[in-house]
């Protein structure tokens, strides 16, 4: 009853190919997302797969749907070669697209781009949402006096894209200040929220190395922040510090 269909074959590094489908509800905004090739290939997977996302289809209609969709993707095999999805954000294709979360900027615009395997996670916790002049309003407390190196903590988030141009690969910036409720977290939740979601995006102390190292890794040229460092060993910050430079 309602319009579905392939709109292109993309790779992962984990699961093979997938099919980014596209959904049309009456009553709900359109709606793009992944299925593997693996889950169409199976009837019963496919049906599962795409009543999650809102298909609400009776056992013929499933029939004739799983042949569709299989028959659409061998059609774009012939036409498009799969799209490799994201593994990091920041910049790819020679510097020309930005990955944020599950948008690629370029000077064309803004299109969309499916989180991988990898980026999955982290790009859920990257959103718009908010009142813009009043997180505008927010960000410039930091524009009084005496607030400078919160405001250089804070700013990073806009200067971390730009690092790569300077031909450094990595920097720390480390909040020190020896009593508690000083806005030391403060600073890392207003650099995480001209990204997305300012305290999902954050790192803590628990997390594990492999953790840690996960998110830096898909942050890439974003800033990645890490609360209480002071919690962790000498020797697990010592290569945390390597890794990040």
């Not at 309602?2 to 790779?11: C, F, G, L, P, S």
């Not at 990955?99 to 000077?107: C, K, M, V």
Request: net charge neutral; aromatic share 8%; charged share 20%.
């Amino acid at each position: 009853e309602h319009d579905i269909y392939v709109v292109k074959r993309m790779r992962d590094p984990e699961e093979g190919e997938l099919a980014l489908i596209r959904l049309h509800l009456p009553k709900e905004e359109i709606v793009e997302f992944t299925v593997p090739l693996a889950v169409i290939a199976v009837k019963e997977s496919l049906r599962t797969a795409l009543a999650k996302k809102g298909v609400a289809g009776l056992p013929h209609q499933m029939n004739h749907l799983t042949t569709f969709i299989m028959v659409s993707v061998k059609e774009l095999q012939y036409k498009v070669k799969a799209e490799v999805m994201r593994t990091q954000f920041g910049w790819v294709d020679g510097d020309s697209k930005f990955i944020l979360g599950d948008r690629e900027i370029t000077a064309d615009g803004v299109f969309y781009s499916p989180p991988s395997s990898t980026t999955q996670d982290v790009a859920s916790k990257m959103y718009v949402k908010g009142d813009f002049e009043k997180w505008k309003e927010v960000f410039n407390l930091y524009a009084k006096p005496g607030l400078e190196p919160q405001a250089f903590g804070a700013l990073t988030a806009f200067g971390s894209p730009l690092l790569k141009f300077t031909g450094l690969k990595g920097a720390i910036i480390n909040l020190i200040h020896p009593t508690s409720g000083s806005g030391k977290s403060t600073v890392l939740f207003m650099c995480n929220s001209v990204s997305g979601q300012p305290k999902d995006l954050t790192s803590m102390f628990k997390d594990t190395f492999n953790a840690k190292i996960h998110q830096l890794g898909v942050m890439n040229n974003l800033a990645n922040t890490i609360d209480e460092i002071t919690n962790m060993s000498g020797m697990e910050f010592s290569d945390l510090a390597y890794s990040i430079s």
